[in-house]
């Protein structure tokens, strides 16, 4: 007589109970700190509201007043002009450093490398602002007094619609490339030795190496610190804030700046909802095109 064994394994009863008691505290904050002031959000972009008197429903009103808003287009433009500029900073020259940082050298030079590129990173981005609005003051600065000793003119590093938006993208660059440097390190450090040294036996040289190897398997990281620093440099708010407020005009202001100041500079929170409602969505509709055009070039192993 046969015995058959069962292989049929068993959850015990407490597994769900205590992956419940895990996720809870997640599960909480994300309906308390995200989805809750989403929906109120979304709620208050109907309505006309000044923080004082009640509220009083309006509809699309809201919404509408998007399109005549001629100074949002124009703050739109800042937005997406500081934000470009970002983008390329990180992804381009934080790759380009990042294979620096991988060349051969002392370990304790590329420690040192690595850490004074990731410090700012992890400063507070008001800190950091505060910082540098000393050293690109037009009189006291240190960075104009570099420029002095070199003969060179003073620059109106904040005071100036041409160079305050240039100011706010450098700051901003400075505090987050160590992020995609930190990054691309991991990348890089992932792609097989075994390959590169095939390649140098077979006589290819260190720019077919990079094109033929390193990018295309370097390709998914690229992608992430693309979708990333995209959605990032959008919202920055501490940089022009502490460093322009916004200003001159609006040359340096961006959408969450313009938001912020209407929302309780102006107390109008109901236009300020339905411009943080929009807002999101061209976020999401900027990060869908990037999934989409990610077919062409992004190569996973």
């Known amino acids: 007589m046969t015995t058959t064994v069962s292989t049929k394994r068993t959850r015990p009863r407490g597994d769900g109970a205590a992956a419940l008691a895990f996720l809870t505290p997640s599960i909480l904050t994300f309906l308390v700190f995200v989805l809750a002031p989403t929906v109120g959000v979304l709620i208050l972009s109907f309505f006309d509201w000044n923080l004082l008197s009640d509220g009083t429903f309006a ?3 809201n919404f509408r007043r998007l399109f005549t808003d001629e100074r949002l287009l124009g703050v739109y433009g800042s937005t997406t002009y500081m934000a470009l500029a970002i983008l ?13 940082l991988e060349t051969r050298m002392p370990r304790w030079i590329r420690a040192f490398f690595r850490l004074s590129f990731l410090f700012p990173f992890v400063v507070s981005a008001s800190a950091v602002a505060l910082i540098w609005r000393f050293l690109l003051n037009k009189d006291l600065g240190l960075v104009n007094y570099v420029l002095g000793l070199t003969g060179l003119d003073r620059i109106d590093w904040l005071g100036s619609s041409t160079w305050a938006p240039i100011s706010v993208i450098m700051v901003n660059s400075w505090k987050t490339i160590g992020f995609s440097i930190l990054v691309y390190i991991a990348g890089l450090q992932s792609i097989p030795k075994q390959l590169r040294e095939a390649a140098i036996v077979d006589g290819a040289g260190a720019w077919t190496r990079f094109w033929r190897i390193t990018f295309p398997l370097l390709s998914p990281t690229i992608f992430f610190l693309v979708v990333i620093n995209t959605i990032n440099s959008f919202q920055i708010f501490a940089e022009p804030r502490v460093l322009t407020q916004g200003g001159p005009g609006d040359s340096s202001r961006t959408i969450v700046e313009y938001l912020y100041d209407r929302a309780f500079g102006d107390f109008d929170l109901g236009y300020a909802s339905a411009i943080g409602i929009t807002f999101a969505l061209v976020l999401v509709v900027l990060t869908a095109i990037q999934f989409w055009f990610s077919r062409r070039w992004t190569h996973y192993q």
Do not use: I
């Open 59 to 61: 509809g699309l009103d």
């Open 88 to 100: 390329a900073v990180n992804v381009v020259l934080g790759l380009l450093l990042a294979v620096l």
